[in-house]
């Protein structure tokens, strides 16, 4: 039953890897693939040559980094203190409300959180103002602005990887528990000493999976999120590339930083792998 | 075992439907294009026999009808505030039936988007060389065509085809539009827009709010600030509350709405550079030694972003400006926390637009620019260059039908003016029908022309001079005048006082500024203008808000220079195309 899948695979995520070839071509769109001037590695050079390629690249991997470890505790711990709730509704009612702002759009994401996080009239600044610490312009402050882009991805996204770790302590054998109890063990032994070992295969999985996605930082967000004035910080690739290349036409540039994104990607992917194999014994395949 | 078998087969089943169904799907596509790349090669081959018998006409000069009927296919943007009557579209409207019914043209549209998405789309249309016979695109995408010689040359179908009124259109102020559709003297686009001036900043200030302070309308810059500061601080909404700001501005810096653009033109200061834009419409300005120079990085833009520190300083622009968009800008305003702006001419139909109706005792002044010094201000102007133009693809079987289409569209719109195919009103409801053609011109100086005859059909009381269109901005002055507030932006853009007095004002005096570089977008304004561009942005913003002293302004000026800056100009200074 493969088959199908590998055919749709092949067509749609291997057919269009010739388009790689754009890298390294002077592309012309009407002209085409075959009909561009070929350049070489020029693209790659020029990318190197203008200076906010490494601060773009810094805060690339800055922000994921810490998207992927915020991405990483946030639900665990949040899944670890609901699945200790004994009341069924209150359970399931945290659970949607943490839920719902993953169906919420950047877009409008974005509208809520200008006006939220608004150092004049924003609820957050009105609170740090009571408690008589300075505001703080969030949005519009370099220094702040990564955090903010880590605490918002946060926000929207926590409720998600509850549901999956929720789902797979649920399938975690209830008899260890009976048995730990039968040996004394109180909650906070029985979380450490089986619901995380049990748990453990899960977060190796989507920490990998995260891995590979460390250089995809989040287009949506910070594309609806940033302002020049945060360029030097909250720019990462993807939003770079669209202003570079996309915005004026540059295939061939945007096509090489993305060719590049990939490459840098797999090496990371394949070393998260083998990390994950070598300390959890763990293996997708 | 029996089951299996099932299973293979079935697998092997949808594995050849998956096939047949991709196979076919590429077929369709092919077909599709081949079918309106050259019109339906079937029916020409058909048509061929037949025309030994009955002949075949086709228009030989500017007007004229095909017989037999042709196809033209195109692509269309639609902006979300056009609306259609019932049974109308882009595809069957009042326009279509016209074209077939007189022209013998059919216009294929083979795809429409929202005009927010059509740059992109085009550019995928671009990518997939399956190109409509014509077709909008912007001044970029029109280099790259030339380039890749995928476009036709018009220039004798212009000759031939173009009617009087087009060529008038299209001349019109000196040949400027002609000459940036020209590329190695072939014409390789009609203009779809330029010419105008209409973009130059008038400064619009809230009247009552003026009175409030006590203030009169400003004479220099130094009155311009005096009111920033002074509906900043003296309450001029008098609601007992220090919530008002005195000079709107977004992150955009630059733009027809909440733009700086009038603000640095008072200092002799002309730079342009739109966070959102392009990066390739530079304004250049002519050194002492004959040589353009870049406008941005003149030691007048120091000045000015002084003055813009100062103000922000004392409080008197949103302290949030870096972080909000246009729209934003525009509520803040609406909603009485702003009451000056600089923008250009449509501000009185957004955003302030209903703030006569909706905000008691409120009312906003339009002022011409103010300068510095003794020396007059002039407004910069950037829309004298066309920023789209219409191709024709080289594949077109009938390239001059483009123009037959043109002609049409403008004879409608501007020589035998008739107002049931410019603008319809059924109930409550007016229908843009100007908005249908897919190919259209502009007389630059229209609304100008319009706005002197209303003002003297005004004075007169006579209307019977004007023409159906100015005949309604007419009524709609008049409506405004007998109490009717929801016509409040027709009166500002229309009547005595109003935008185009100003902007008339402008230009009967000379006082309109233009880059005095012609040519298109050179490589390197392409290939670095983007970075540059953020550069700027980011440096404007954190000098105005302070974040950066003024004197990084000489830092950000060098660094300009060393990456990519002076090749720009050197380029620009090769071109020959220096006015």
């Known amino acids: 039953m493969l088959l199908p899948g590998l055919i749709l695979v092949l067509l749609f995520c291997y057919g ?58 946030a639900p665990l711990i949040t899944a670890l203190l609901l699945n200790e709730i004994g009341k069924r509704l209150f359970k399931r009612s945290v659970q949607t409300i943490i839920y719902m702002p993953h169906f919420l759009s950047w877009v409008i994401m974005a509208g809520i959180l200008l006006d939220v996080l608004s150092p004049t009239t924003g609820i957050v600044n009105a609170f740090l103002d009571w408690l008589g610490i300075t505001k703080v312009f969030f949005l519009g402050n370099a220094d702040w602005f990564p955090y903010v882009l880590v605490g918002t991805d946060i926000l929207k996204e926590f409720g998600f990887g509850t549901i999956v770790y929720l789902a797979a302590i649920t399938g975690i054998n209830p008899a260890l528990y009976e048995a730990a109890v039968l040996d004394g063990a109180n909650r906070w032994k029985q979380t450490l000493h089986i619901t995380i070992p049990g748990i453990v295969p899960i977060i190796v999985l989507l920490l990998t999976l995260g891995l590979g996605n460390v250089l995809n930082a989040g287009f949506d967000q910070v594309f609806n999120l940033y302002s020049p004035s945060v360029y030097s910080t909250g720019d990462i690739l993807d939003t770079y590339v669209y202003r570079i290349g996309l915005g004026n036409g540059q295939y061939g540039v945007a096509t090489a930083v993305g060719l590049f994104k990939s490459v840098i990607s797999l090496v990371l992917i394949s070393v998260s792998y083998l990390l994950a194999y070598r300390l959890a014994n763990y293996r997708i395949f | 075992m029996a089951a299996k078998k099932v299973k293979v087969w079935a697998l092997v089943t949808l594995m050849l439907i998956l096939v047949t169904v991709t196979a076919c799907s590429n077929n369709k596509g092919n077909e599709g294009s081949k079918a309106s790349d050259s019109p339906s090669p079937s029916k020409s081959a058909s048509a061929s026999p037949a025309e030994s018998e009955t002949k075949e006409t086709v228009p030989d000069g500017p007007t004229g009808k095909y017989d037999p009927p042709i196809e033209v296919s195109t692509v269309r ?7 259609f009557q019932e049974g109308d579209s882009l ?46 695109v912007d001044a970029q995408q029109f280099q790259i065509l030339v380039q890749a010689d995928t476009i036709a040359d018009l220039t004798d179908t212009y000759a031939k085809y173009a009617s009087d009124l087009t060529k008038k259109s299209i001349e019109e102020g000196g040949g400027l539009r002609l000459k940036a559709s020209t590329v190695n003297g072939k014409i390789m686009g009609i203009p779809a827009d330029g010419g105008g001036r209409d973009d130059a900043h008038s400064l619009y200030i809230r009247t009552d709010w003026l009175k409030n302070v006590g203030l009169e309308p400003p004479k220099t810059m130094d009155d311009v600030i005096n009111i920033a500061l002074a509906f900043t601080k003296n309450d001029p909404d008098k609601n007992g509350k220090n919530d008002t700001y005195g000079l709107s501005l977004d992150m ?41 120079a870049w406008a941005d990085v003149q030691p007048e833009v120091k000045t000015a972003l002084g003055k813009l520190q100062e103000l922000f300083k004392a409080g008197a622009i949103y302290p949030e400006f870096s972080v909000i968009d246009g729209v934003k800008s525009g509520e803040l305003v609406t909603s009485n926390k702003v009451g000056m702006a600089y923008g250009a001419f449509w501000v009185p139909t957004w955003p302030i637009n209903n703030m006569k109706k909706d905000v008691p005792g409120s009312d906003w002044g339009v002022y011409p620019i103010v300068s510095a010094d003794d020396k007059p201000a002039m407004a910069q102007s950037t829309g004298g260059l066309p920023s789209k133009y219409y191709v024709v693809s080289k594949k077109a079987k009938n390239p001059e039908a483009a123009f037959i289409l043109l002609n049409r ?54 209307a019977s001079k004007l023409n159906e269109e100015q005949k309604q901005y007419y009524d709609q002055v008049v409506k405004y005048k007998e109490g009717d507030l929801s016509m409040w932006a027709s009166d500002k853009l229309w009547s005595t006082g109003g935008v185009f007095e100003v902007l008339g004002q402008y230009k009967k005096n000379n006082r309109i500024f233009q880059s005095v570089y012609t040519g298109n977008p050179t490589p390197t304004m ?15 913003t954190s000098i105005i808000m302070g974040g950066q002293s003024i004197d990084y302004f000489d830092e950000w000026v060098t660094k300009w220079m060393d990456s990519g800056g002076k090749d720009i100009l050197e380029e620009v200074n090769a071109s020959g195309q220096i006015q």
């Not at chain 1, 790689?20 to 020029?46: C, D, M």
């Not at chain 2, 943007?77 to 609306?83: D, F, L, W």
């Not at chain 2, 392409?526 to 404007?540: C, I, M, N, W, Y």
């Open chain 1, 16 to 73: 269009p890897m010739a388009g790689i070839l754009i890298a390294f071509q002077n592309y012309i769109p009407v002209k085409g693939i075959t009909g561009s001037e070929w350049v070489g590695l020029e693209h790659f050079r020029y990318v190197y040559s203008l200076p906010e390629t490494m601060t773009v690249f810094r805060n690339t991997v800055v922000i994921a980094s810490m998207k992927i470890v915020g991405g990483l505790f």
């Open chain 2, 77 to 83: 943007s639609i902006n979300a505030g056009v609306k």
């Open chain 2, 91 to 136: 595809d069957s409207n009042i326009w279509t039936k016209d074209f077939e019914s007189t022209l013998g043209i059919k216009v294929i549209n083979k795809w429409k988007v929202s005009d927010q998405q059509y740059q992109n789309k085009m550019a995928v249309t671009m990518a997939s060389g399956d190109l409509p016979d014509f077709m909008l």
């Open chain 2, 252 to 292: 955009n810096l630059f733009n027809g709405w909440s733009g700086l653009e009038g603000f640095f033109n008072g200092y002799h200061a002309y730079p342009f550079n739109p966070t959102k834009g392009t990066a390739t419409n530079l304004n250049f300005v002519k050194g002492s030694d004959g040589k353009a």
């Open chain 2, 409 to 462: 569209v403008m004879d409608k719109l501007y020589g035998n003016f008739d107002i049931n195919y410019h603008t319809v009103t059924a109930g409550d409801v007016s229908y843009g029908l100007h908005m249908y053609p897919p190919i259209g011109g502009v007389f630059a100086e229209k609304n100008q022309e319009a706005a002197y005859a209303v003002q003297e059909a005004v004075k007169n009381n006579d």
């Open chain 2, 526 to 540: 392409v290939a670095k203008g983007p970075s540059l561009r953020d550069e700027q942005v980011r440096t404007f």
